[in-house]
């Protein structure tokens, strides 16, 4: 129940954020959906794509959000390209709500192209990502983000078995009272 209410803040903080953006100039926010993962040798692989148009020329901060799931991502990957009109001037990520440092800032941005890769991975919640440059109206960007996390099977928890058998043996006691 507490790890629900936890989501649902999470959720809920990050829409009004999503909803409210108090940037100058064209910004976009959203937030990146992982699709179906893969599950190649090395781990599960999820990949979502992070992508922005504009409709008027200026300098843009863009907004995006994304979660990691459990457990910890053993290695992160960001690869965007500019499309005709834009310029990057920078990119951060941020442990979403952890006040600190930022995990990647804008040493690592060319102007055409942000290729990131962080090897080490970032612990499972929720991360915020900040791409600024400048854009002619009807450009655009686009990308993805790719997220590798160890392949683990999940253990069920001795409730799990309880109910089971609970199950189970009520099933027994129909059938037996039926016979």
Known sequence: MKKALSVLFAATTLA?????????????????????????????????????????????????????????????????????????????????????DPIWTTETVLPTSINIDIPGGLISGVYQIDVTGTALAGSSYSGTVSVTVEGTVPVPEASSYALLAAGLGGLGFVLRRRA
């Open 16 to 100: 009004a954020v999503c909803a409210t953006p108090a940037f100058a100039g064209p910004a976009n926010s959203g937030f990146i959906v992982f699709t179906t993962p893969t599950t190649p040798s090395g781990g599960l692989v999820m990949t979502g794509p992070m992508n922005s148009t504009f409709a008027a020329t200026g300098m843009f901060d863009d907004v995006f959000f994304f979660i990691t799931p459990p457990p910890d991502a053993v290695d992160a990957q960001f690869t965007i390209a500019a499309g005709t009109g834009v310029t990057f001037s920078g990119f951060t990520i941020d442990y979403f709500g952890g006040g600190g």
